[in-house]
């Protein structure tokens, strides 16, 4: 199983456009909105999640250019794992695909049909399926999902579906046996973690803060107490402790305020002295 990391930064991708925060202005690498693609045979290619930036993305990536022939892709479907619109808005710029299936919890398809309108707007390009992510079926690779958190869109918060609203998903490969596991919203570290985990080859965590307290105060972008929380992202701080030997621990989905998103800075150090890896877009893993 080949995992591609096309994009490694939490919504609004790094440096942000509307921040001039010391981090946004500073010489860290850059970094494109979370999505990641995998692959059972390098051939046919599934997306887990689809950022805005799925263009660049897909561009910056030889694997899933179009090709051979002048309209065909290797794109073979999507799986999404939460309704955020930097998770699915990605989803239109993908509507002349000609037709994918997405995979996506009862409530996140409900959102995208009801709340905000994308599939009627994709479907009119024809011959996409929309399904639950509760009965995904791709050659070659096995998908479990578990729910982990209930935190729906801003969008979405006049929905009465229940959820779950945000998943994890357990990719294995059938013939070699490895496992990737997909978690880049976590609100906390939920029961059955540990054995969805469970000989993992890569574990993808959520690493959008690295500190309770990363969003209050004037050198945060100042968008004030208690809005990290109701973000419902578990810090770095929070996660790295659980971490056990065995699986390639890694952090995505960093947000613009996160200070690993420095090499230089001492948070990152410590992210690698517990166990984990702070990789870039465009790092690949084989499994």
């Known amino acids: 199983m080949r995992v591609i990391l096309l994009g490694t930064a939490a919504g609004g991708g790094f440096p942000q456009w509307n921040c001039a925060c010391a981090l946004c202005v500073s010489d860290a690498p850059p970094r ?5 693609a995998v692959s059972a045979d390098g051939e046919g290619w599934y997306l887990l999640n689809v950022s805005p930036d799925i ?9 899933l250019r179009a090709g051979p022939g002048p309209r065909e892709i290797p794109l073979r479907g999507v799986l999404l ?3 955020e619109l930097d998770h699915s808005l990605g989803l239109l710029l993908l509507r002349e695909a000609g037709g994918l299936p997405v995979w996506a919890p009862d409530a996140v398809l409900g959102a995208l049909s009801e709340q905000f309108p994308a599939r009627s707007i994709i479907d009119g390009y024809g011959g996409w399926q929309w399904l639950p992510s509760s009965d995904v079926s791709i050659d070659g690779l096995r998908v479990s999902m578990l ?4 935190k729906r869109p801003k969008y979405a918060r006049s929905s009465t579906e229940d959820g779950p609203w ?4 357990r990719i294995e490969d059938v013939q070699t046996g490895g496992v990737f596991v997909y978690a880049p919203c976590l609100k906390s570290w939920p029961d059955g973690f540990d054995d969805f985990t469970r000989d993992a080859g ?13 969003m209050s105060g004037a050198t945060a972008a100042e968008v004030g107490d208690g809005a990290q929380l109701a973000m419902g992202h578990l810090p770095i701080t929070g996660s790295l402790a659980k971490l056990r030997p065995g699986p390639r621990w890694a952090y995505t989905h960093l947000n613009n305020t996160n200070p690993v998103i420095d090499p230089a800075s001492p ?7 517990g166990g984990a890896s702070l990789p870039l877009d465009g790092k690949e893993f084989k499994l």
Do not use: K, N, W
């Open 267 to 273: 948070e990152h150090a410590a992210v690698l002295a």
């Open 55 to 63: 263009r660049a993305q897909i561009l910056a990536t030889p694997p």
């Open 166 to 169: 945000v998943v994890a998903y």
């Open 81 to 83: 794992t939460d309704a």
């Open 32 to 36: 494109t909105q979370d999505c990641v």
């Open 147 to 150: 729910p982990v958190s209930d």
């Open 202 to 214: 890569l574990v993808l965590l959520d690493g959008t803060f690295y500190a309770p307290d990363e």
